[in-house]
Each structure stands twice: as structure tokens, then as C-alpha cells.
């Protein structure tokens, strides 16, 4: 025995508890440790799947929320192009209508002037017969003061309006 190393029994001591240790731990530790990393990596596992699905979930949102905005932009420009349209229209109809109205009332103040202007024209004509009838009654006064002339002043008449009525 002497080929065997001195301290031989040392090393099969320390190998027989090792090997209890082992058995110990691979009957009793290692399931335990296995059980809990794979637990561990199940856990993991699911904990990927369930980010990936809200990834997935997220991808599918922001993609909506994306047509949503683009539609939403479409509409608002739609609208905004109505409102546009329907403003010049109404614009053009008032404008329409003020021409319509500031024609009427142009029309309104002519016919008025025109009656105003006949009015004045009648009431010149009046005031030029009143003055006529007035001047011809003072010259009629003075120059019929002798019967010669009167009659002299009805020839000169009738002479006068004779004339005038054989034109008309």
C-alpha cells in the first residue's frame, strides 16, 4: 500500500461525503432547484407572451388611433371646405340681396324725385298762371279804360287763341 498515497483515506472519506451530499442534493436539492427555475423560466416565458401580446396589442391601437386621426383630418377638412362653400354662399346672397334692396329703394327715390319734380313743375305753372292772370288783370285794367280799346283787346285775343287752337 504503499503505491497509495499517505493520505488515501482522507480522500475516500472526502469522496464517500461527497457523494452522500450528492445523493443527498440531487434526490432532495436539485428537483427543488430545478422546480424553481423552471418555474422561474415558465414564468419568464409567460411574462415575454404577455408583453408581446400588449406590444402586438399597442401596435394595433396606434394603428387605429392613426386612421382615426387621418379620418378625423379628412372630416375636419371636409367640414372646413362646406363652412368655406356655405360662407361665400351666403355671402353672395346678402350681397344679392343689398343689390336688390339698394335697387328698390333707388327706384323708390327716383319715382319720388320724379313726383316731387312734377309737383314743383304744377306748382310753378300755378303761381306762373296766378301771376299771368294778375299781370294781365292790372294791364287789362289799364289799357281797357276806354271801350275802344276793350274791344280792340277781345279782337287781339280771339285773333290769338284762334290761331292757337287751329295748330293743336
Do not use: C
Amino acid at each position: 500500500m504503499s503505491l497509495l498515497l499517505p493520505d488515501s483515506g482522507l480522500l475516500f472519506w472526502m469522496l464517500l461525503s461527497f457523494l452522500v451530499v450528492f445523493v443527498i442534493l440531487a434526490k432532495y436539492g436539485f428537483p427543488v432547484i430545478v422546480k424553481m427555475v423552471e418555474e422561474r423560466k415558465a414564468y419568464i416565458d409567460h411574462s415575454m407572451q404577455v408583453a408581446q401580446e400588449a406590444n402586438e396589442k399597442f401596435s394595433k391601437l396606434k394603428e387605429e388611433t392613426q386612421a382615426l386621426i387621418t379620418a378625423a383630418n379628412k372630416e375636419q377638412g371636409r367640414i372646413v371646405r362646406e363652412a368655406m362653400a356655405e360662407r361665400e354662399k351666403i355671402i353672395a346672397d346678402a350681397r344679392k340681396q343689398a343689390e336688390v334692396v339698394a335697387q328698390k329703394e333707388l327706384d323708390e327715390v327716383r319715382k319720388q324725385i320724379q313726383q316731387e319734380k312734377e309737383e314743383a313743375i304744377r306748382d310753378i305753372r300755378r303761381q306762373v298762371a296766378v301771376l299771368s292772370v294778375d299781370i294781365a288783370e292790372k294791364v287789362i285794367r289799364k289799357n281797357l279804360d276806354e271801350e275802344r280799346e276793350q274791344m280792340d283787346m277781345i279782337d287781339r285775343m280771339l285773333d290769338e287763341v284762334l290761331p292757337a287752337s287751329k295748330k293743336n
